[in-house]
């Protein structure tokens, strides 16, 4: 259910929602998703193409904005299926001597009209619910090849795992398309980080890149996975911040796009309503005692 829909269903505002599902989420009761909220214990599920096109659309362009800068004319490149991909692919078409190996119906759709770029299609059979071929039949089309880099999307990505998704036919395909590539570019906005799905597809120590988005700033568990992806290596480029952001010791874009380490994230927060008791504490008058300040403090944190 989206933020709204709860909201409205429990008649209070969605800013008392949002701090809820998050008290919810913190004792397993509940998944947080972009935008909303779904029921715990998704690892087998996959939402279908039509509700993955709205999840997180801003997010996405901007990643796929950002990724575009990291292919350089007269590549050979293989991207996965995935909405984020396809918003690549629409970039993509304006990179001359360019060949895109892929075994999405969307990718190569974006691709068809763009007269100076290859597209390179798997065999297979078809998935209707992401438009993607899978099977043996784009597993074997794949044997032999070799390419500078991989795009990938996935359902969820953690530094203890890498990548996941939650159909094991895809997850087939994309573990055949990272063989192919000499680099491994994983595309997920911030809600897929610290996710993890059923069929892991690109373990972290494969993974060359994380192309993201800027966390929000009440979002620890993304932060807290970004680092963590950074101290094993993956270099991190965050869409929105300044410079685009090759954090983890990696180059930066092609492009020439400045360099900035990926912010470490802070202490975890304090609720708000701690540090409210922690601030009247401080505030109480001098003449009052230090037992009658300390009760005041813990009512107000039980409170």
Same mark, same amino acid.
Request: a neutral charge.
């Given at each position: 259910?989206?933020?709204?829909?709860?909201?409205?269903?429990?008649?209070?505002?969605?800013?008392?929602?949002?701090?809820?599902?998050?008290?919810?989420?913190?004792?397993?009761?509940?998944?947080?998703?972009?935008?909303?909220?779904?029921?715990?214990?998704?690892? $087998?599920?996959?939402?279908?193409?039509?509700?993955?096109?709205?999840?997180?659309?801003?997010?996405?362009?901007?990643?796929?904005?950002?990724?575009?800068?990291?292919?350089?004319?007269?590549?050979?490149?293989?991207?996965?299926?995935? $909405?984020?991909?396809?918003?690549?692919?629409?970039?993509?078409?304006?990179?001359?001597?360019?060949?895109?190996?892929?075994?999405? #119906?969307?990718?190569?759709?974006?691709?068809?009209?763009?007269?100076?770029?290859?597209?390179?299609?798997?065999?297979?059979?078809?998935?209707?619910?992401?438009?993607?071929?899978?099977?043996?039949?784009?597993?074997?089309?794949?044997?032999?090849?070799?390419?500078?880099?991989?795009?990938?999307?996935?359902?969820?990505?953690?530094?203890?795992?890498?990548?996941?998704?939650?159909?094991?036919?895809?997850? %087939?395909?994309?573990?055949?398309?990272?063989?192919?590539?000499?680099?491994?570019?994983?595309?997920?906005?911030?809600?897929? #980080?610290?996710?993890?799905?059923?069929?892991?597809?690109?373990?972290?120590?494969?993974?060359?890149?994380?192309?993201?988005?800027?966390?929000?700033?009440?979002?620890?568990? /993304?932060?807290?996975?970004?680092?963590?992806?950074?101290?094993?290596?993956?270099?991190?480029?965050?869409?929105?911040?300044?410079?685009?952001? /090759?954090?983890?010791?990696?180059?930066?874009?092609?492009?020439?796009?400045?360099?900035?380490?990926?912010?470490?994230?802070?202490?975890?927060?304090?609720?708000?309503? #701690?540090?409210?008791?922690?601030?009247?504490?401080?505030? %109480?008058?001098?003449?009052?005692?230090?037992?009658?300040?300390?009760?005041?403090?813990?009512?107000?944190?039980?409170?």
């Amino acid at each position: 259910m989206s933020l709204r829909e709860l909201a409205r269903v429990v008649q209070t505002s969605e800013v008392t929602v949002r701090r809820d599902v998050r008290a919810l989420e913190a004792e397993g009761l509940l998944d947080r998703r972009h935008g909303g909220a779904v029921l715990p214990g998704g690892f $087998t599920r996959e939402s279908g193409f039509p509700q993955k096109s709205h999840l997180a659309t801003a997010e996405k362009t901007a990643i796929a904005d950002l990724a575009a800068n990291f292919v350089e004319e007269g590549e050979a490149i293989v991207v996965g299926a995935g $909405t984020t991909t396809q918003e690549l692919a629409r970039r993509l078409a304006r990179v001359p001597g360019l060949t895109v190996v892929t075994n999405s #119906l969307l990718v190569a759709q974006a691709l068809a009209h763009a007269n100076r770029v290859e597209v390179v299609m798997t065999g297979g059979t078809l998935r209707g619910s992401n438009y993607a071929l899978v099977g043996s039949g784009a597993e074997q089309s794949l044997q032999g090849l070799r390419v500078s880099r991989a795009f990938l999307s996935g359902s969820g990505l953690t530094a203890e795992r890498g990548l996941s998704t939650s159909n094991m036919l895809s997850a %087939s395909v994309d573990r055949a398309l990272v063989q192919a590539a000499a680099e491994v570019v994983v595309l997920a906005d911030h809600t897929k #980080l610290g996710t993890d799905t059923m069929f892991q597809t690109v373990p972290t120590d494969l993974i060359t890149r994380l192309v993201t988005d800027e966390p929000p700033a009440h979002d620890d568990r /993304a932060a807290t996975e970004l680092q963590a992806l950074a101290d094993q290596g993956v270099q991190i480029a965050v869409a929105g911040a300044p410079g685009g952001n /090759a954090g983890a010791g990696g180059d930066g874009p092609p492009s020439g796009r400045r360099r900035r380490d990926v912010p470490l994230p802070g202490p975890r927060r304090q609720a708000p309503g #701690l540090r409210t008791a922690v601030a009247l504490g401080a505030a %109480s008058d001098q003449g009052q005692g230090g037992a009658e300040r300390a009760a005041r403090v813990a009512d107000l944190r039980r409170r």
